[in-house]
């Protein structure tokens, strides 16, 4: 458990098989990076920036509303075996976070517009602000976490 002030920022289930726990360290380790001289990375900041990349690398160009897709269906395929592996990671370590922040909505009331009034204020979208093409990364984020949550929500 990492604890700082009486924030606790990550609880870890020493139960869980051995490579997954060691990968889900490594995630840990680059999110909190900086976390001594203050400069956090949001989580899912860096699984939106990989995602993006990985995306392009097989497209050649980012059609969002196919990725979101995807995204929502939990299809992977368009990764390779290695690739997959690390976002699904990724996608098991971060799910819970917009899950939980939406827990009180009733599925039919969620909407990107209101995603982006729950994350306003998250060092995601705080971070997205020093982003060249703001809105684009705002967007891109917004909808990403929505189709997340459509597929959680549908997968429960």
């Known amino acids: 458990m990492k604890e700082n002030e009486g924030q606790v920022l990550f609880a870890v289930d020493l139960t869980e098989l051995g490579r997954r726990l060691e990968r889900k360290g490594q995630i840990r380790k680059q999110v909190v990076q900086g976390y001594e001289t203050y400069r956090l990375q949001s989580a899912l900041r860096e699984l939106l920036r990989m995602v993006l990349i990985k995306w392009k690398h097989s497209h050649g160009s980012i ?90 929500r549908l997968d429960i």
């Open 63 to 152: 059609n969002l509303s196919d990725l979101c897709q995807r995204l929502a269906e939990n299809n992977l395929t368009w990764l390779s075996e290695d690739e997959k592996d690390e976002v699904r990671q990724w996608l098991d370590f971060l799910d819970p976070e917009p899950l939980a922040l939406t827990e009180e909505v009733s599925d039919e009331n969620i909407s990107p517009d209101l995603l982006q009034m729950i994350f306003q204020k998250s060092l995601l979208f705080l971070q997205l602000q020093t982003e060249e093409n703001v809105q684009e990364w705002l967007q891109a984020a917004t909808n990403i976490l929505y189709a997340r949550i459509r597929y959680i």
